[in-house]
């Protein structure tokens, strides 16, 4: 829980956070419909295709039934450095970032200083090495409804500036964040002018992409004021990719989603303190997901890119209500109801059960396990999905953040592949792993290494309808050119199993044009990032 919240990519949930059908929700409303309207499955699990059977992001981004690609590219034819450090995603419960004081200090890279345990220390004055890289124009995690180090929150430490005097007491630990990002991709695989990177998310097409235009406020409550709120409003084509059920995307809408709002609302929330014990916190509203490393919003995460756990394993968003208590030692334990994975508007009549217990150890280890169990699918109170997400960190190391994430999902009776009508057995399993780490060479400049592997074992989350194995490596390099603004140059090669990914055909096969044909992908991604507060 942050900020008086659950939630994360993000990762965004990485995740996630474009999941019509919720990165975590079974092929959504009428598959076995479109199936019997087609007179049948096309193709059939396990076998070679003819032709391009894979919905261009899978069935984690498709908010209505299985569409198949062909009728897809025939339709699109015509028609500061924020980065997010280890314990961004490894206790979610403190994962979001503010900032505060002097707004002219250049806060260099160093640690991320949403870095928890180091920020507390730098504001309670126990370390001076954390306070000078810190800089008074810090961002501090916050609690979302766990409570912070101390009572009054760390926000308490150090005078306001000239403007949060004049504001009321209540008022002055209101936190903005805002942010703009674009970005140009470039296949270098050979799909060709305006082509597009199949099972990608926000990098989905090649060129230019005005991603996110990013505002949120949020306040923690604390002892003398219990209550608290947090809201982050989103434009921009990212905006189109985490729309939640029922908000800005219908049942039919489909990947890339290009019908629906460039607008979001990607959390809405009030929070609230009870006087029990070290600190419990209720909050109820959107939030970004508990599971997974990467984040919804851009500057948040090591990467540009997000990967394929992002993806495909977990939801990007919440809806319902969430408690959370943490103990002394710095373990944190929290549970909620919730309408189902990247829903406001429940698509069943039985709420699912997210939660989450985060460990964080003075010595620079940290830990969390994430879980979401229930009904995902449309009309369908049977069927249970159930995704378990592992996060460990160790950031103790100088100047470097080391990061790993598991994760394991499960579901009943999936949608999608009863849908095919070529299995008995329709119940669907996906695993995979990632590593993240990073490395500031100097104030200005850091890189950072992901590689990935997913296994989509029974081909539900992809839409492959067969095994399908994914494997990612991203190797970026960010610059801060000045204060807010960060330019990032990225080279990511992707791999699987199968032909997935496409190349323009060569002769004799021109006529064929762009079809999944190719086993590997690679692109170069250049993102210019300003942010603002």
Not at 73 to 78: D, H, I, L
Not at 275 to 292: I, Q, R, Y
Not at 426 to 452: F, M, P, V
Request: proline letters at 5%; a positive charge; hydrophobic letters at 35%.
């Amino acid at each position: 829980m942050r900020d008086g919240r659950p939630g994360r990519r993000g990762q965004q949930d990485r995740s996630r956070k474009a999941r019509g059908q919720g990165s975590l929700r079974a092929a959504a409303c009428r598959a076995e419909a479109d199936q019997a309207a087609s007179g049948g499955a096309r193709y059939r699990a396990g076998q070679p295709r003819e032709g391009p059977c894979l919905p261009p992001q899978g069935r984690r981004l498709h908010a209505g039934s299985h569409r198949d690609l062909d009728r897809l590219q025939a339709e699109e034819r015509g028609g500061s450095r924020k980065a997010a450090a280890a314990s961004v995603r490894v206790r979610p419960l403190l994962r979001h970032l503010v900032h505060i004081g002097d707004r002219t200090a250049a806060v260099p890279f160093g640690r991320p200083p949403f870095f928890v345990p180091s920020a507390v220390r730098a504001i309670e004055g126990g370390d001076a090495a954390a306070r000078s890289w810190l800089g008074p124009r810090s961002r501090v995690l916050a609690v979302a409804g766990v409570g912070v180090r101390t009572a009054a929150g760390p926000f308490s430490a150090g005078p306001p500036e000239a403007w949060q005097q004049r504001l009321p007491e209540w008022a002055r630990d209101i936190r903005p964040f805002a942010y703009v990002e674009s970005s140009y991709v470039f296949n270098a695989t050979g799909a060709g002018r305006g082509g597009t990177n199949e099972l990608r998310l926000y990098d989905y097409d090649e060129g230019f992409t005005f991603n996110a235009a990013s505002f949120s406020l949020k306040r923690d409550p604390s002892e003398p004021h219990p209550f608290g709120f947090g809201v982050t409003l989103t434009a921009g084509l990212d905006s189109q990719k985490n729309h939640s059920l029922g908000m800005f995307r219908g049942r039919n809408d489909q990947f890339p989603f290009r019908n629906t709002s460039k607008f979001d609302v990607l959390e809405a929330y009030v929070s609230a303190r009870v006087p029990l014990g070290s600190g419990l916190t209720v909050s109820g509203g959107k939030f970004v997901s508990l599971l997974g490393y990467e984040n919804p919003e851009g500057p948040l995460n090591l990467n540009w890119s997000r990967g394929y756990l992002y993806t495909y394993a977990g939801p990007t968003t919440v809806t319902g209500g969430f408690a959370s208590y943490t103990f002394l030692g710095g373990l944190t334990v929290g549970a909620g109801l919730v309408t189902g994975s990247d829903t406001t508007a429940d698509n069943n009549s039985t709420p699912s059960v997210t939660g989450e217990v985060a460990v964080e150890l003075p010595n620079g280890f940290s830990a969390a396990l994430g879980w979401l169990a229930g009904p995902e699918q449309d009309r369908q109170d049977g069927n249970l999905r159930y995704v378990l997400d592992l996060v460990l960190s160790y950031t103790r190391l100088e100047h470097t953040t080391l990061a790993l994430e598991a994760t394991y999902g499960y579901e009943e009776k999936e949608a999608f592949l009863r849908s095919l009508g070529t299995r008995r057995n329709t119940n669907a399993s996906w695993w995979g792993w990632a590593l993240h780490g990073a490395y500031d060479w100097t104030a200005k400049i850091r890189t950072a290494l992901r590689q990935e592997y997913f296994q989509d074992t029974d081909g539900a989350r992809t839409g492959f309808g067969g095994m399908l194995r994914l494997w990612s490596t991203t190797l970026t390099a960010d610059y801060r050119v000045w204060k807010g603004l960060e330019v990032r140059l990225e080279y990511r090669h992707d791999a699987a199993d199968e032909q997935v990914f496409k190349a323009r055909t060569s002769r004799p096969d021109q006529s064929l044009g762009v079809t999944p044909q190719s086993k590997t992908l690679d692109t170069l991604s250049i993102a210019l990032t300003y942010v603002f507060f």
